[in-house]
């Protein structure tokens, strides 16, 4: 049976990843092969090493090194990229390396409150100063034009008067951790 190998890619506190990680934790053709993180402090290398999963921390000469990346990437047999919180722009070349195999979540209902800026908490206070009644996640593609990739699903969530960008946060964490998996599970099912 073919594996599906899966290289993470985050830069903060890997809630995310450890949530994939888990999920497939007793799969037979799907595997987390690889954490990799720009952020030497990210929490996100603990999840790696409490769950065993390789990791592998760059800079930015690595991220645009094409020969580097695809040659790490393929060293693993990466089949699919999750971004999870990664915070630099994916190059146009590893794009076009896994057309259609680069799966990202934004913590927003794109495409409003997307683009330059639009990370962590960023997003859910400009999302309340906006008047927003709800908020959600966007799961989607990334394509040379990053935060406006063909969307493979949204869930949305209701803001009360009384939100905050913390309480929103947790909403919408909420949200990621119990869609983002499954949702993976399924792409990589139905790409076969
Ligand atoms: C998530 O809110 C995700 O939507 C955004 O970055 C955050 C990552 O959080 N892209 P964590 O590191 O997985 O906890």
Aim: proline letters at 4%; aromatic letters at 8%.
């Amino acid at each position: 049976m073919k594996i599906n190998n899966i290289a993470i890619f985050a830069s903060g506190a890997g809630s995310n990843a450890r949530k994939i990680i888990s999920h497939f934790e007793n799969s037979e053709d799907i595997d987390i092969s690889l954490i990799i993180t720009n952020n030497p402090h990210a929490g996100v290398i603990q999840v790696a090493e409490e769950t065993n999963t390789p990791s592998l921390l760059i800079d930015k000469e690595k991220l645009k090194d094409s020969s580097y990346l695809i040659h790490t990437l393929r060293d693993k047999n990466i089949d699919w990229i999750i971004l999870a919180g990664f915070l630099w722009k994916i190059p146009e070349f590893l794009v076009d390396h896994f057309p259609k195999h680069i799966i990202n979540i934004h913590p927003a209902l794109l495409p409003k409150f997307g683009g330059k800026g639009m990370y962590g908490a960023h997003v859910h206070q400009a999302v309340i100063a906006a008047g927003e009644k709800e908020s959600g996640i966007t799961i989607h593609y990334i394509d040379k034009d990053y935060d406006r990739g063909e969307i493979i699903l949204q869930k949305r969530c209701f803001i009360n008067r009384d939100d905050t960008a913390e309480s929103l946060a947790e909403k919408i964490h909420t949200l990621e951790h119990k869609w983002f998996p499954r949702t993976i599970e399924k792409v990589i099912k139905e790409a076969k």
